[in-house]
């Protein structure tokens, strides 16, 4: 139910965007730097592909006093103004980031939070995305770039699942390629993100509670971080399926 109502709200946000606009400001180039994502990412289709932390330990993605998402991500489509947002990277029911109308945002207690000011997101292309919360204030960011709008909304404190590249049973879903997948219970600074969005950060860095760095073979997905919460692939994280997003690399 909480889904079907979330994205109502995108729906209703998908029209109010139309009637707004971006200045294009912020349109940084980030060449596909080799090392960070070189030697794997995965690939979702746009259509229901997924990984999960199905069932995460007790108070592990407890957001309340701060949190930071950041990925890669290379869309192979971008949906227009008139489409629904394609959630890529969160927990159901809580917060999530989305690709909508040609950029970037991110959804909590079901309000979009950052509107006011748009970065495109290019197809086919490297670029680096972040959200983060520090008790009061959310910031995006693209490619290290702060977005302008925030809001002040506030989290919602759920031990729900962790989802890359599609929430279960939403309608729309990413299509392109993810890698370098960080979930931190800490707002990273803008000088942070930009320090370490080109490079890996150690297992245990602190507030680093989940980090996907793509690689190797099979159902899991390994978590990096010295907490060791795997995600696996698909509807079955198991087994092959065909909600399985395909891994690719090296240089793709
Ligand atoms: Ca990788
Ligand atoms: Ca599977």
Redesign the pocket.
Known sequence: MYLSRSLCVLLVLAFASACGGGNGNGDVDIASPPGI?????LRFDGFGEIASIAQPPPMHFLFNTGFTFEAWIKPKTIPTKLELGRPFFGQGGAQWMYVHAGTLGLVTQGQQVVTNDIIPLKTNEWQHVAATYDGSIYVLYINGVPLAGVGSIGVLTTMNAFHIGALPGAMSTFHGDI??IRVWNVARSEAEILAHMETPVPPDAPGLRAYF???GSGQELTDSSQHGVHAGLGSDPLMPDGDDPERV?PDF
């Open positions: 994502r070189g030697t794997g990412a890698d370098e760095r793509c690689e690399g």
